[in-house]
């Protein structure tokens, strides 16, 4: 949305804005409850976050695309202000706190537990007030982009309401389409998150880096079961009001794992955190469910209610009273920092195409600071959207519809039966089984058998006949299509890096390599993605 | 083991409606949601009703009507009992329990 909005800003007369769900819904932003990273508070500066973004990124950061985000997003953040988003204040200016790997007070948010839908808010108005020269249409499911001479020239795409196919012209096109949590069964994001974005590129010819960086999110929450809440709500608890990560015999742990105490305060990062908690339960030493307790029992009740006010009503529907009750928390897969290559411009290696967001690899090298995904979804997008009205007052080739054949072929062809919904799930506990935040070469390659069998299972058509309404089976069939490639190519340069660094941890080489200070690029040959 | 007995409405506009029963096991804590995402890896994969953000009732899509009342599928929990699931009555069907619900200004028309 707000490469939309820069876009035309910057001059772009028409801008086709489109979602396979609801438009603003459908993605990570409006699940996001916590913060924000943005050098936006008294004394701070870019520079500072950068550093510390550099340092979280251990040594894999595009510094330029991290600078970006970090100085291009703190603009945004103030422009958003303006937009009416409603940081929370403290005096006279925002309120913040201070997420581990900052240097200080740094993320910004909206109270309570709503910085995510108040920015996909505020971004809507704006969509809406910059009227006609941005048509938003929802429900439109893109499979394929169209490529013409090496330039991407506009795409194919599912209507899912009706099931209609259809082309798109475009001198410029800028994928936003988020991350690929839906790769993984213990997930944190919309089920919209296949990576599709990854696979539109690789087939594109873009190239992809960094694709063995998911990050998974340490204290998701796992038990008791609870309805109506993001999984990820625990954090903004831990930030406020540190609480107590506790084993099964409510020891705390992460000490014993490399991490300092914490003594009621939130200082260990994600990666570490993750590690602790997967070994401590390895050890046998887990909660029931197989996880950590958390606890905020030493935290007095009306401490609680100031920091979270609503959100103790909806925990207390779920029956959970946590100045009495200790919830399960585990890791869970929740942002993907690799991704698609660009330059500072948000230009992949293909004419006409560029990308914006999560979707948009190396800002975040190895591993994200907390706050720093949204940052980066308003800087680039905003960058994105600039460049886009450049290249399209430069002007495009006309749009062949003879490119598209092969793709409108695909959302034509009727293909068998199959189960794709146990399918999708079958993808989803191979990598969760071999290539999650931990891995090993015996791993990775069992689920590159397992992966390749069930390609062959999914088949070359999608089943069923074309043009049905809201045709989950089908629409599974082509998100299945997307994700193979994408975990396939997470696999592929999991098994390349034999070493431990962030996100990506090899037990089997559990040391940092400096001759592995490098980014791993991919790209598409014969359907397969490789090793640029 | 206590079951949950779902009669679900199936079909599209201008078919004679029918509700199909999906007889499962019952999971306490779990939301309607849940249990329809199950039935479709178990049962039946062209089940159709919309969702998106699963359980965290951030993206108002999975709307449905519940034994006759308006809920989200993934904050009505889920009971040990039959429970009849429904189309919103006053949005135009797709299939199955999904309407259409985008708003008028972004539907390709
Ligand atoms: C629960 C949760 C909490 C989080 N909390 C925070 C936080 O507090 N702070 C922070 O900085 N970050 C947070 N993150 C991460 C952050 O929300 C995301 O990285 C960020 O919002 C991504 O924004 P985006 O615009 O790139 O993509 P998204 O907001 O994910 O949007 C992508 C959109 O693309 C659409 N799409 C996907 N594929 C297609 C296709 N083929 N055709 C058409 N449309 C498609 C999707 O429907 C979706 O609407 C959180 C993530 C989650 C899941
Ligand atoms: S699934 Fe998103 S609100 Fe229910």
Redesign the interface.
């Known amino acids: 949305m707000y490469a939309a909005i820069e876009a035309v800003r910057q001059g772009a007369a028409s801008v086709l804005l489109l979602d396979r769900?609801?438009?603003g819904?459908?993605g990570a932003t409006?699940?996001a409850q916590m913060t924000v990273a943005a050098a936006v508070g008294p004394g701070d500066d870019w520079r500072h976050h950068l550093a510390d973004t550099l340092t979280a990124g251990r040594g894999l950061c595009d510094p330029a695309l991290a600078a970006l985000l970090c100085e291009v997003g703190a603009e945004c953040i103030l422009e958003m202000d303006r937009w009416k988003v409603g940081w929370a204040r403290a005096g006279n200016g925002f309120a913040s706190v201070q997420a581990p790997g900052h240097d200080r007070a740094r993320c910004v948010y909206v109270d309570f537990l709503s910085t995510?839908?108040a920015v996909s808010k505020a971004l809507r108005a704006q969509v809406q007030r910059v009227g006609d020269a941005i048509r938003?249409?929802?429900?439109?499911l893109v499979t394929d982009l169209v490529v013409q001479d090496g330039r991407v020239t506009g795409a194919v795409a599912l209507?899912v309401?009706?099931g209609a196919a259809?082309t798109v012209a475009a001198p410029a096109t800028i994928i936003a389409t988020g991350g690929l949590t839906r790769l993984y069964a213990r997930n944190s994001a919309?089920?919209?998150m296949s990576g599709d974005g990854y696979a539109l590129a690789l087939r594109a010819g873009a190239t992809l880096l960094d694709m063995e960086f998911v990050q998974f999110f340490p204290i998701g929450h796992l038990a008791?079961?609870?309805?109506?809440?993001?999984?990820i709500m625990w954090d903004p608890f831990r930030y406020k009001l540190g609480g107590r990560l506790l084993n099964g015999a409510m020891q705390e742990f992460v000490g014993r794992w490399g991490g300092d105490a914490e003594n009621g305060t939130y200082s260990t990062t994600r990666d570490l955190a993750t590690y602790a908690i997967t070994k401590e339960v390895e050890a046998g030493r887990g909660s029931p469910s197989g996880g950590a307790w958390l606890s905020f029992t030493h935290v007095p009740a009306a401490e609680l209610r100031a920091a979270f006010g609503p959100v103790i009503d909806r925990l207390a529907a779920n029956g959970i009273d946590l100045t009495r009750d200790c919830i399960e928390v585990s890791p869970i897969a929740h942002y993907h920092m690799g991704g698609v290559r660009v330059d500072t411009a948000m230009r992949t290696d293909v004419p006409g195409l560029l990308c914006a967001g999560e979707a948009v690899g190396g800002a975040n090298g190895a591993n994200r600071l907390s706050g720093n995904a949204i940052t980066e979804a308003l800087a680039f997008g905003r960058l994105a959207g600039a460049e886009a009205a450049r290249q399209v007052a430069e002007g495009a080739p006309a749009f062949d519809v003879a490119a598209a054949r092969p793709a409108l072929a695909l959302l034509a062809a009727e293909g068998p039966a199959v189960?794709?919904?146990?399918l999708?799930?079958r993808l989803q506990h191979i990598m969760a089984a071999d290539v999650g935040p931990f891995r090993t070469a015996e791993g990775l390659a069992r689920a590159a058998a397992a992966l390749a069998t069930l390609r062959a299972e999914v088949g070359e058509d999608p089943p069923?006949t074309p043009g049905?309404?809201?045709?989950?089976?089908r629409q599974?069939w082509l998100d299945l299509r997307q994700m193979l490639l994408v975990a396939e190519s997470v696999v592929v340069a999991a098994t390349a890096r034999t070493e431990s660094r962030g996100a990506h941890q090899r037990e089997d080489f559990p040391e940092m390599s400096a001759a592995w200070e490098r980014n791993l690029p991919l790209r598409l040959r014969a359907g397969v993605p490789e090793l640029a | 083991m206590p079951t949950t007995t779902l009669h679900i409405r199936r079909g599209?506009p201008g078919e004679a409606p029918r509700h199909d029963v999906f007889e499962l096991a019952f999971e306490?804590?779990?939301?309607v949601l849940d249990a329809l995402?199950r039935l479709?890896?178990?049962d039946d994969?062209?089940?159709?009703?919309?969702?998106?953000?699963?359980?965290?009732?951030?993206?108002?899509?999975c709307m449905m009507l519940l034994d006759g009342k308006v809920v989200?599928a993934?904050?009505a929990?889920l009971e040990a009992r039959d429970m009849r699931l429904d189309p919103l009555p006053n949005k135009t069907l797709?299939?199955?329990l999904?309407t259409?619900?985008?708003p008028p200004?972004?539907?390709?028309d």
Do not use: Q, W
């Open positions: 769900s609801l438009i819904r459908g409006v699940m995510g839908p938003r249409v929802g429900e439109v209507h309401a009706s259809l919309s089920a919209n008791p079961r609870l309805i109506g809440m993001d999984p189960n794709t919904a146990a999708v799930a069923g049905l309404a809201h045709d989950l089976a599974d | 599209g306490p804590g779990e939301s995402r479709r890896v178990t994969p062209t089940l159709a009703f919309r969702y998106a953000c699963l359980n965290a009732n951030a993206c108002k899509e989200y993934c904050t929990r797709l299939r199955d999904a259409v619900i985008a200004d972004e539907r390709l």
